[in-house]
């Protein structure tokens, strides 16, 4: 099934406390060449038919104004899946 | 700074209610071509020195057993990224 597939992470700047966690308990494990772990989403977009360049488009502007929150997240990849 | 990413999806057959919640917004803007949209996790390991083979599967392991639920969810990808 053609799909196109957003990746999107919380900005560098910004404190994760989810990936903060993760890391932790790597740590506590003795994974201690782990420096750090971040969490973002992926979101698939599921579609009936091939993917055409314009819906790649669409795909990356949905990805900016409404899938991501721009004041805290980074969109980081949009790519098309088949 | 070298990184293995980790992505996770929930399995094909669980409901996805926030997935389903942007696929109706996404619906009621017209993109009717959008069957389904499914959200899962991207989780970066980031390592402060090049990342070995055995960092890989190090990586593999940790993210079916504790990184994800394998009762609701599929790792999808691992993969190095320099």
New interface residues.
């Given amino acids: 099934m053609p799909k196109i597939i957003v990746?999107?992470?919380p900005k560098k700047d910004l404190l994760d406390p989810q990936?903060k966690a993760?890391a932790n308990?790597?740590h506590r494990e003795g994974?201690k060449?782990?420096?750090?772990?971040?969490?973002?989403?992926?979101?698939?977009?599921?579609?009936?038919?091939e993917i055409t360049d314009q819906?790649l488009e669409?795909a990356k502007g949905?990805a900016a104004n409404?899938?991501s929150n721009d004041v805290i997240e980074d969109v980081v990849a949009v790519t098309k899946e088949d």
Same sequence: chains 1, 2.
Wanted: charge should be neutral; proline fraction near 0%.
């Fill in positions: 990746e999107i992470m990936g993760v308990s790597l994974k060449e782990i420096t750090a772990v971040r969490i973002g989403k992926r979101i698939e977009l599921h579609f009936d038919r819906d669409m949905q409404f899938l």
